[in-house]
């Protein structure tokens, strides 16, 4: 009777590693590498020549490294800015990714239409340099909550760590 307690108590603390619970956990630090978040409004608009969108900001980590990219891709000239980020910054932006499930996200149309619907996406790059998950939608969806975490937490960065460019999307 006693082993059958042990074994008990050890299944309960032993981590479930994803075994069909819902709890969810912060990827391993070194699992992703960058964080891309993007929006193109819907409504007219001049870009520059670059096939871009017309905001991005991406996060990246290169080795001990973590960097803020922030461009913008309407009027001229493109504009571009980078700025050093903190792991502090980083591992709060892989809380977000796991908090919202952005691993295994995937879009769920709501079924509705809207004229000048922006396209907006986001991906995430392994540290081998696959693509872990690339998602982008057109339309509006049911759960675009959870992208729109790390879209917002993007765009604080972009607010407070670079002066130009500023972003009109993000809104922050």
Known sequence: MRTLGLLVAVCMLWPSHGRGDNSTS???????????????????????????????????????????????????????????????????????VAAHSLLTWRSQPSGGTADDFSTTGFALQGADGKPLNEQQWSRPIRNAADPAALGYALGLLAKTKVAKPVLFYFGT
């Open 26 to 96: 912060t990827p391993r630090a070194g699992a992703i590498s960058e964080l891309r978040f993007w929006t193109t409004p819907g409504k007219p608009m001049a870009p520059t020549s670059r096939p871009d969108p017309a905001e991005r900001v991406v996060a990246r980590r290169e080795g001990s490294r973590f960097t803020l990219v922030v461009s913008r891709n309407v009027g001229e000239p493109y504009q571009e800015a980078r700025a050093d980020l903190s792991e502090a910054e980083w591992r709060r932006l892989l809380d977000i």
